[in-house]
């Protein structure tokens, strides 16, 4: 795999770019099809972080890259920004998950937002200990009964990315 500057994607031999004079640092190697980034030498799937974090989840993925890589935090920020700021990239995801999202609503089936991933789990939100705790103070024991509140609305869950959200009807 060769290196390829990743301010304007010409290939390079040394620590700067011929093209455009830019550092290259070994974090950011940008391989042929340019859905492959190295990150402290691991190759990191951009399409992969970017469907799996959607596009507000740039913490969560410097997260998920601190993990799998053991690259500083700081590194990770600074490479998801990369990603998230890329707008060739952002565009082609954007688009991809447009069409996605268009063809589960016209499908009617239950998805997560941030993922779109149709692995959800429904489950009733059930007693609010903290309400319940609130009511007694402020009522006393009939106060209790506050817990109650809201324990049949419906809470989704997705089993890809853990994102909790409510169900709209």
């Known amino acids: 795999m060769g290196s390829f500057c990743s301010n304007c994607g ?3 031999t040394g620590k700067f770019c011929s093209n455009c004079g830019k550092a290259v640092d070994n974090l950011n190697q940008v391989s042929e099809d340019d859905k492959i980034r ?9 399409e992969k972080v970017l469907s799996t974090y959607g ?6 993925a410097s997260k998920y890259l601190r993990e799998l890589t053991g690259a ?3 590194e990770c920020v ?3 920004s990369d ?5 060739d990239l952002s565009r082609r995801m954007l688009e991809k998950e447009n069409i996605v999202e268009s063809k589960l609503q016209n499908e009617k089936v239950l998805y997560c937002p941030k993922c779109h991933s149709t692995s959800v789990s429904v489950n009733k939100k059930g007693f ?4 319940s705790a609130l009511g007694l103070v402020a009522l006393g024991p009939v106060g209790l009964l506050g817990g109650l509140i809201g324990a049949n609305k419906l809470k989704a869950t997705c089993l890809h990315c853990g994102n909790e959200f ?3 009807k």
């Open 72 to 74: 500083s935090l700081k």
């Open 55 to 60: 596009a507000k989840g740039q913490i969560q």
């Open 83 to 87: 990603i998230y700021h890329d707008k």
């Open 128 to 131: 609010g200990l903290g309400k």
């Open 10 to 12: 010409v290939e390079v």
């Open 78 to 80: 600074k490479f998801a």
């Open 166 to 168: 409510k169900i709209k």
């Open 38 to 46: 190295q990150l402290n030498g691991i190759p990191i799937d951009i």
